[in-house]
């Protein structure tokens, strides 16, 4: 399927390795895509509802890039069958790798 066209202006591109989601400016997840070569995946990035650029706002003290790793983000999940979200915090190992190098999350594009 590849990377569509993105209006930067409206969204961001949240990558993890099979995959990215298209969130609108509130964190809102609008699409979802896997990414080409991937048939199955399993876990729980296809449920994620929204993601919390608030918080990321927060520890990193500025706006966020039109691209975002997942594990910069924290996020809602809800699995099939459940009616209550989930909220995931950030992956703080995964924050302290790229913390003062912020030219690493900023150009960060998935491999």
């Given at each position: 399927?590849g990377?569509?066209?993105?209006?930067?202006?409206?969204?961001?591109?949240?990558?993890?390795?099979n995959?990215?989601?298209?969130?609108?400016p509130q964190?809102?997840?609008?699409?979802f895509y896997l990414?080409?070569?991937?048939e199955?995946f399993?876990g729980h990035f296809?449920?994620?509802?929204?993601?919390?650029?608030d918080?990321?706002?927060k520890?990193?003290?500025?706006?966020?890039?039109?691209?975002?790793?997942?594990?910069?983000?924290?996020y809602?999940?809800?699995?099939p069958?459940e009616?209550k979200e989930?909220?995931?915090p950030?992956?703080?190992?995964?924050?302290a790798?790229?913390?003062?190098?912020t030219s690493y999350w900023?150009n960060?594009?998935?491999?």
């Amino acid at each position: 399927m590849g990377i569509p066209e993105v209006s930067y202006d409206d969204e961001r591109v949240v990558y993890n390795r099979n995959g990215h989601l298209l969130v609108d400016p509130q964190g809102q997840v609008r699409s979802f895509y896997l990414d080409d070569g991937v048939e199955d995946f399993t876990g729980h990035f296809r449920h994620i509802t929204r993601v919390d650029l608030d918080e990321w706002r927060k520890h990193w003290k500025e706006e966020p890039p039109d691209a975002l790793a997942i594990l910069d983000l924290a996020y809602w999940f809800r699995n099939p069958g459940e009616e209550k979200e989930t909220y995931q915090p950030a992956d703080q190992n995964w924050r302290a790798e790229v913390d003062g190098r912020t030219s690493y999350w900023k150009n960060w594009k998935p491999t």
